[in-house]
């Protein structure tokens, strides 16, 4: 997997991994997350795709700025993205926080989409406590620093059945979060807590939409899980995984994008060879 650094317009400095050829599949990662969240389900991806993973803003390899990061932030981070690899149109896919910059950039720049994903994620804003929860969290980020958090959240994304068997899914997941910087996880915090709610967004939007949602999600409730139905959108849940179905049950996760981009681009006359 090729790892590239690209300074965008706006001066932030990305790492970004690529790989394949063809369609090109954005991969927007969650909180405290990075690239490297997407190594199980990339070869599988990147065999009939061209595969774009890269670090967020302060998260990962990629640069750390201060203050709020907004989901429009992190939109305008992937659309500079696909301008400097020359790409005009991609199917976006989100994961949690991922997905809520993915629908800042559907909102945006819908034109700029083959298709969009919401992969454990949803179009709800915070409750009230939810954004109690994200001040509590930007606050003991800044007066400890990430591993107490990172070490309280990580076996929360997984399903209660797989912490065991996946010793080591779960210990990946944590070292990537151990590396995130205080700005980002402080910043997304923020950011994620002032996100307004997107319903509308799926609504109104033309292009194919997948919503993924882990059966045993402890993060994405079963009532937040598929805000809205219609013929362009379509519902995947995966048995067997939580919050995290790239590391719990990537086969299935990979497959579920695969016939997804399949479908959009018979319906679209392209027959692309995913």
Known sequence: MARNRLTLNNGLEVSCMEEGQGVPLLLLHGYCGSGGYWTDVLPLLSAHARVIAPDARGHGETAATEGTYAMELLAEDALQLLDALNIRQAF?????????????????????????????????????????????????IASEGMRGHIADLVPKLFSP??????????????????DTSAAGGI??????????????????????????????????????????????????????????????????????????????????GGGADV
């Open 92 to 140: 976006v896919l989100g994961h949690s926080m991922g997905g809520y910059a993915a629908l800042a950039l559907a909102e945006r720049a819908p034109d700029r989409l083959l298709g969009l994903g919401l992969l454990h994620s949803t179009t709800y804003p915070d409750d009230d406590n939810g954004k109690a929860n994200r001040d509590k969290v930007a606050e003991r």
């Open 161 to 178: 059945d797989n912490l065991e068997p996946m010793k080591a899914q779960v210990d990946r997941a944590l070292a990537i979060g151990f």
């Open 187 to 268: 910043g997304a915090a923020l950011g994620m807590k002032a996100r307004p709610d997107r319903r509308g967004v799926l609504e109104s939007l033309e292009a194919p939409i997948l919503l993924l949602a882990g059966e045993s999600d402890r993060v994405i409730g079963p009532d937040k899980r598929f805000p809205v139905a219609g013929p362009n959108i379509t519902h995947r849940l995966l048995e067997g995984a939580g919050h995290m179905g790239m590391m719990e049950r990537p086969d299935a996760f990979a497959e579920a994008i695969l016939d997804f981009v399949r479908q959009a681009e018979e319906r679209e």
